[in-house]
C-alpha cells in the first residue's frame, strides 16, 4: 500500500467509525425510557373521610331493652380539611358540609340490640394544589363532595339496665361517595376539566362506647372505625384513569354523644385523627323511644 492509498483510508475508516458511534447512540437513547411527569391526581378523598365521621351515628343514644324500639334524628354539620395519600397537606381539600342520619334500634334482649342506620351528606369546598407539579397547575379549585350510606348493625352489651352500660356495636354497610373538582388545570394552563374522587362499596364498622349517668346528663364516649372493602376511583371526566388507591377513612375516630336524659336530646361531636384531624362533626339528635323499658 503506498503513502496516498494510507493518506485516503484512514479518514475513510474515521468516517465509518464515526457513523458506528452515532448509530450505538441512536439505539441506546431510544431503549432509556423518558423521565415520567408527576402523576395527574384528584386529591385526597374528602367524602369517605365526611362518611366514616358520620357513621358513628349509629351508635344507640338510650340505653336497649327488649321489645324496644328506639328512633332518632340526627341533623349534622361536618367541616373537614383532608390530608393526601402521602400523609402531608402539599395538597388537600376543605369542604363545609351538610347532612344528617336517620336510625332505629331494637332491643332483642338486655344485652343484644340491631340497628340500622342510614345518612346522606352534601357540600362545597375547594381543592388546593400547591405550585411545581407539571401535571396540575398550582392554585385552589371549587369542588362539592356527596354520599350517601346504609349500615345494619348488632350491638351487644354484656351490661343491662339504664346505669353504666359498653355497647360493642359491629355491622354492614354499604356506601356511595363522591367528589369532584372543576376546571383544573394542567401545567400548561390547559383544562382538564373535571377530576373525580368515586367510591360504591360495601364495607365494615365496628366500635365501642362506655356509658354513665351523672344526674340527668348521660355521657357517651366512642370510639368506631369505618372500612370500605372496595378501591377507589379516580376519574377525568367520567373516565377512571387509576383504580389503585386503597380508600382511605383516616383510621378509628373517637367522640362523644351527651344526652340530656329528661328530654332525650343529646349533643353529637367527633373529632377526626391521624389523616382525619381536620375533620369535625356536631350533631343535635333527638330519640323517641316505643315499648319496652324506659330508658330514663
Not at 43 to 70: H, W
Not at 114 to 123: A, R
Request: charged fraction near 15%; include cysteine; glycine fraction near 12%.
Amino acid at each position: 500500500m503506498t503513502l496516498d492509498d494510507r493518506r485516503t483510508s484512514l479518514p475513510r475508516a474515521v468516517l465509518s467509525l464515526s457513523r458506528r458511534a452515532l448509530a450505538c447512540a441512536v439505539i441506546a437513547a431510544a431503549a432509556v425510557p423518558a423521565a415520567a411527569a408527576p402523576p395527574l391526581t384528584s386529591g385526597p378523598f374528602a367524602a369517605n373521610f365526611v362518611g366514616a365521621a358520620l357513621i358513628a351515628l349509629s351508635f344507640p343514644t338510650t340505653p336497649f331493652a327488649p321489645r324496644k324500639l328506639d328512633v332518632v334524628a340526627s341533623p349534622a354539620i361536618v367541616t373537614a380539611k383532608t390530608f393526601n395519600a402521602q400523609g402531608d397537606f402539599s395538597d388537600y381539600k376543605t369542604v363545609t358540609a351538610y347532612g344528617g342520619a336517620g336510625s332505629v334500634v331494637y332491643g332483642l334482649t338486655d344485652h343484644f340490640a340491631v340497628g340500622f342506620t342510614g345518612l346522606g351528606f352534601s357540600g362545597k369546598g375547594s381543592y388546593h394544589i400547591p405550585s411545581g407539579n407539571s401535571a396540575v397547575t398550582g392554585g385552589s379549585y371549587d369542588m362539592t363532595t356527596s354520599g350517601l350510606i346504609a349500615a345494619g348493625s348488632v350491638v351487644w352489651d354484656c351490661f343491662s339496665g339504664d346505669g353504666f352500660r359498653l355497647p360493642v356495636l359491629v355491622g354492614l354497610n354499604y356506601e356511595s361517595m363522591h367528589d369532584e373538582s372543576r376546571n383544573v388545570l394542567d401545567g400548561s394552563g390547559n383544562s382538564l376539566g373535571t377530576l373525580g374522587n368515586n367510591l360504591d362499596s360495601a364495607g365494615v364498622q365496628f366500635g365501642f362506647s362506655p356509658q354513665f349517668n351523672t344526674g340527668p346528663v348521660r355521657w357517651e364516649p366512642f370510639v368506631l372505625s369505618y372500612l370500605p372493602f372496595a378501591h377507589e376511583k379516580q376519574t377525568q371526566n367520567g373516565t377512571t384513569y387509576d383504580d389503585s388507591l386503597r380508600s382511605d377513612t383516616g383510621g378509628p375516630q373517637p367522640g362523644l354523644n351527651v344526652l340530656y336524659r329528661p328530654w332525650n336530646l343529646s349533643f353529637f361531636y367527633t373529632l377526626g385523627v391521624s389523616k382525619a384531624k381536620g375533620t369535625h362533626v356536631y350533631s343535635l339528635r333527638w330519640a323517641k323511644s316505643f315499648g319496652g323499658k324506659s330508658a330514663s
